[in-house]
Each structure stands twice: as structure tokens, then as C-alpha cells.
């Protein structure tokens, strides 16, 4: 029995090579929010931001005008409107097994017809070659700027592809 409240799990993807990472397990009759957690993600290319873009029709399109959200200024993704979300405001390093970027990214109410509004938290290493730090935490958030129900996402660098990681859907099980 799912008592209302609770997390429950949806799908996870280990992520190989490849430009983008989808999920499309959104249920409105179920889900009120969606947790996703993300476990090692490691760029190709060096310091670029991690994103993702929202679609309206199951993962057929996904919401990719320059004008489909608005964000918070981040290294790579202009503030204001912009063809994606930003889900850490700076670059990722690519070193292997020292490098890359873990965290956790909510999405609250997407089966609303208002703005779908998605929080970020991670945890990155950029690498040793930045700006005398490489550990960095930090928050990112942004929206879509039109009223829509979402119910798919996709994951993605700025530029080139996830060499590696694993994403995690969880939902929110509604009362």
C-alpha cells in the first residue's frame, strides 16, 4: 500500500556515451512531484553545465526555443530566457573517477497547466584547473516560462555527451 506522501520508485538509467538521458514515467494520477537523483554524471567536455529540457508530449519534442524558461545566470546558460535549464551554475570536470557531479533536482506540480518550476542542489568537482577550488556546492533553479503540464524530461551537457553516471526518477505519491 503507497501512503500518500511517500517516494516511490519510477525508473533509473545508467547513462554510456550518449547526448541525452530522457524519462517519461510522469503520472498525474499518482505523482504530484518528482525527485530526481543523479549519481556520478561525468561530461565529455570539460567545465560544461549540466541542463535539462521539459516536454509537453510524452518525450515525442522537447521544450528547446530560446524562450521556453527562465533561469538564474550560470556560466554557459545565459539568465533570463533560455533553450534550457541549467542544473548547476557552473562547468563540470571530466576527469574520470575524480571529477563530475552528483545531486538531487525536484519538479513540483508538472501536471499543473501553471509554470513548472525545478530546483537543483549538487555537489561538483570543476577540477583542479578552476578558479582555485574544484569542490563546489550549489543551487540552481528555474521554470517554464509559459503555463504547461510537463511530462517528460531530458538531461543533458551544454555541449557534448554524458560519458557516464547513473539518474534516478522518484515520485511523489499523491493522497
Not at 562547468?91 to 525545478?118: C, D, M, R
Request: aromatic share 8%; glycine share 12%.
Amino acid at each position: 500500500t503507497k501512503i500518500g506522501g511517500g517516494m516511490e520508485f519510477i525508473a533509473t538509467a545508467d547513462v554510456s556515451n550518449a547526448a541525452t538521458v530522457s524519462f517519461t514515467g510522469f503520472d498525474a494520477s499518482k505523482y504530484d512531484s518528482y525527485l530526481f537523483t543523479a549519481a556520478n554524471i561525468l561530461p565529455q567536455t570539460d567545465q560544461k553545465p549540466f541542463a535539462m529540457r521539459m516536454s509537453v508530449d510524452s518525450g515525442s519534442n522537447y521544450l528547446a526555443a530560446s524562450d521556453s524558461y527562465r533561469t538564474v545566470s550560470s556560466t554557459g546558460v545565459s539568465a533570463g530566457d533560455s533553450t534550457l535549464l541549467p542544473l548547476c551554475g557552473v562547468g563540470v570536470g571530466n576527469v574520470a573517477n575524480t571529477e563530475g557531479l552528483s545531486g538531487n533536482f525536484t519538479i513540483n506540480g508538472p501536471h499543473l497547466n501553471a509554470s513548472t518550476y525545478v530546483t537543483s542542489v549538487v555537489t561538483m568537482d570543476r577540477g583542479a584547473e578552476s578558479f582555485g577550488t574544484s569542490i563546489v556546492v550549489g543551487p540552481a533553479a528555474g521554470k517554464t516560462k509559459a503555463a504547461t503540464v510537463v511530462d517528460a524530461v531530458q538531461f543533458l551537457f551544454v555541449s557534448g555527451n554524458i560519458v557516464s553516471g547513473t539518474i534516478t526518477m522518484y515520485g511523489m505519491v499523491n493522497s
